[in-house]
């Protein structure tokens, strides 16, 4: 059994809830964007802003809370939205490992996964390269996530 097949039970419960096409075509492209625009770049800056503020002042702590609240929740809708765009791709009967939407996809979700391993315990004990290895691969993960963004409308304008 192939990796649609698996998946096809799932969606054909979705295509008897005889959702609206634009709703099962735009949905997922619609609901991400707001994810990553409005989420993605908050915890970008916020992360950015605490990494550069001045160490122990208030507006460090600050940035940085607000950072930790909310990049988790971005992980987990995405890692979420993910799961419901390659459920989309099979309800529309479209090939899902030939696009490079679901290859940056992937990628996003591993390099989330790796941001998330880094945190872990406080850095591994607070450990300074951590911090800024977690800082670069945060801003390199938001650069793929604009990337997939692009390949998702180029798809999405082809289907």
């Known amino acids: 059994m192939d990796f649609r097949e698996m998946l096809?039970?799932?969606?054909?419960?979705?295509?008897?809830?005889?959702m609206p096409?634009?709703?099962v075509h735009w949905g997922h492209p619609l609901m991400m964007g707001i994810v990553i625009v409005?989420?993605?770049?908050?915890a970008?800056?916020?992360?950015?802003?605490?990494?550069?503020?001045?160490?122990?002042?208030d507006e460090r702590i600050s940035q940085l809370t607000d950072h930790k609240k909310v990049a988790p929740l971005m992980a987990m809708f995405l890692a979420m939205g993910y799961t419901g765009g390659v459920l989309s791709l099979v309800m529309q009967e479209?090939?899902?490992?030939?696009s490079p939407h679901f290859w940056t996809g992937s990628t996003v979700i591993l390099l989330l996964l790796s941001q998330?391993?880094?945190?872990?315990?406080g850095f591994w004990g607070d450990k300074g390269k951590l911090r800024t290895a977690h800082a670069y691969l945060g801003s390199v993960t938001l650069g793929v996530m604009l990337l997939h963004a692009a390949f998702g409308l180029s798809l999405g304008f082809t289907i």
């Open 8 to 18: 096809e039970p799932i969606a054909a419960q979705f295509r008897a809830l005889d």
């Open 21 to 23: 096409e634009v709703v």
């Open 38 to 42: 409005a989420m993605g770049s908050f």
């Open 44 to 57: 970008g800056i916020t992360g950015w802003k605490g990494r550069l503020a001045a160490v122990g002042s």
């Open 94 to 98: 479209e090939a899902i490992f030939e």
């Open 116 to 121: 998330g391993l880094l945190t872990l315990a």
